[in-house]
């Protein structure tokens, strides 16, 4: 379930574009408001306050708040104003086009959407940048990591429930002797995770589970994992336990010294509109101490205000 | 152009229903009549005959064509009663179930459609067989034919008309390098042909004959070539002229000793209803020889009526 909390009823698109109209006004900008306004409205009610804001007053929505406010703030309410899928093409492409490229927004976008989702992400991302997103990625990235992430950002995955468990018991074989052989950028396992849909990749970790009573995900890290089996790992996350992944992320993001800004502000983003509440209690529990709390040691000001809004404080 | 003729105005699908219904039952079968009615409609009008006719006679009636007709005959009216996608998937699935690895059909599929058509087919695959078609094309293929046919099939291209020169002359030149040195499973080939854009691929291809003086078909095809050089050159020519490609296919099916049924059905199937009288007219140029006199040479029966039927004879 989502965290951001809309007024019921929400006002206007007028009203709302007027009063972020008379927010960038004067001295200074009142972020506050910005705040009031943004932070609890769900993506179609924003993209309806930008189309009515640029044809009131003329202007773009986007180039005027990156000139009211800066820094990550800035940056956080930006990518907000787009809808989930859009947002997701701006945010691949960012992590491609960055300088180390930033693997686990590839992998979320790839591994976490359905089949119909990351194609809807596929589209919007050749409408903006007129180059898909398998050939941006492919072109970024070498070797191993190349093939995976290609796969994985290319495969039309069958979404459906029908499975099929010999097949699942088969494969989860081939996946523990290239694992326990450390051959983990094996083919085979390139193959069956970029390929398979997710019910039958989740009865095939299942079998994996039972036959070797460990989860793939335990082997890949406790079998001397190197770069690749961690990214391996990632994916397999994603697919199988999305929440749980992410709230690890959280906790790993939070914990660390300093801030990392680009990753707090896409989880954030990326979830509240979505299943924040679930990753929020994972979270609690694990750490004793709320998601609010945790972001809000870590940040600061308008930014921090932001987020914690998005969270639904 | 289509060189199916349908009469004008066309008899209504209850109408065509009853004849066949007719032509099945008795002494034998009227195969004529079968001819006349399913030759000689459009994709649209053959699923509506199939709907009103197992409303009417309570029976399916591709069945019904199953238990009274055989050979290639059956298998090319069982096929031509399908639309081009429903058509493709199930060939598709049949080239990937067969004995040995039928590649051209993949290779058409995946690089004469457009990035929409391909995923069209790939969402009936899906439907019909309850898996990917990426995942049945990785499943049973290996080494760089998995790789190329793979990506080939997997990746969303960008179908837009905006393409970068500097980097179509960048990989021309890549291209180029691994050619010369045989490398013809490099992977950057793979990527190449298998991401960018057609019309990118098409200034790539320009700027390779630019500068080398030959075309990289061409190439291919003087550079010791092995298997899978000719399966490169077969997916070059599909996304490049796939009319040119045809005719060629034509020519080599028809041209042989003995008769390769299943090509020859497949070819006639697919293009009679699109684009079969461009190819019809470069064959004619190439060969001195209309398209129906060398298909009649080589066929008899009711499915050489059938093919000529929709070839427009």
Same mark, same amino acid.
């Given at each position: 379930?989502? &965290? ?20 960038? !006004? ?85 591994? %976490? ?16 940048? *007129? ?9 970024? =990235? ?60 989740? &009865? =095939? ?6 036959? !070797? ?35 690890? %992320? ?33 979270? !609690? ?7 609010? !709390?945790?972001?809000?040691? *870590? ?15």
């Amino acid at each position: 379930m989502a &965290t951001i909390s809309i007024p019921n009823p929400a006002p206007s698109a007028i009203e709302d574009a007027e009063k972020l109209r008379k927010a960038f !006004q004067g001295w200074g900008t009142d972020e506050m408001t910005m705040i009031d306004v943004l932070a609890h409205r769900n993506a179609a009610q924003r993209k309806q306050i930008k189309i009515v804001y640029e044809e009131q007053y003329e202007e773009k929505l986007l180039k005027r708040i990156e000139s009211e406010i800066s820094g990550h703030f800035e940056r956080a309410v930006y990518l907000w104003i787009f809808d989930p899928v859009e947002r997701q093409a701006i945010m691949a492409n960012i992590a491609i086009e960055s300088k180390v490229f930033d693997f686990p927004v590839i992998i979320e976008i790839a591994c %976490v959407n359905s089949p119909n989702e990351l194609l809807a992400v596929k589209q919007v991302y050749q409408s903006l940048y *007129k180059r898909s997103l398998e050939e941006d990625v492919a072109s970024h =990235t070498t070797g191993d990591f190349c093939k995976l992430l290609f796969a994985l950002v290319g495969t039309y995955r069958y979404d459906g429930e029908e499975i099929n468990t010999e097949l699942a018991n088969t494969e989860a074989k081939i996946l523990n002797d290239a694992i326990t052989k450390g051959q983990f950028n094996d083919n085979e396992i390139i193959r069956i995770l970029s390929t398979r849909s997710k019910a039958q990749l989740n &009865t =095939t970790f299942n079998c994996y589970k039972d036959a !070797q009573n460990r989860s793939i995900t335990k082997a890949l890290s406790t079998e001397t994992p190197n770069d690749f089996a961690i990214v391996l790992r990632a994916a397999i996350r994603c697919m199988n336990n999305p929440k749980k992944y992410f709230d690890k %992320v959280f906790r790993r993001t939070l914990q660390k010294s300093g801030t990392d800004e680009d990753t707090l502000t896409r989880l954030v983003l990326t979830h509240a509109e979505k299943d924040l509440k679930e990753i929020k209690e994972l979270f !609690q529990t694990r750490t004793n101490m709320t998601l609010e !709390q945790a972001v809000a040691k *870590k940040t600061s000001g308008d930014y921090k205000n932001f987020l914690l809004a998005l969270i639904g404080n």
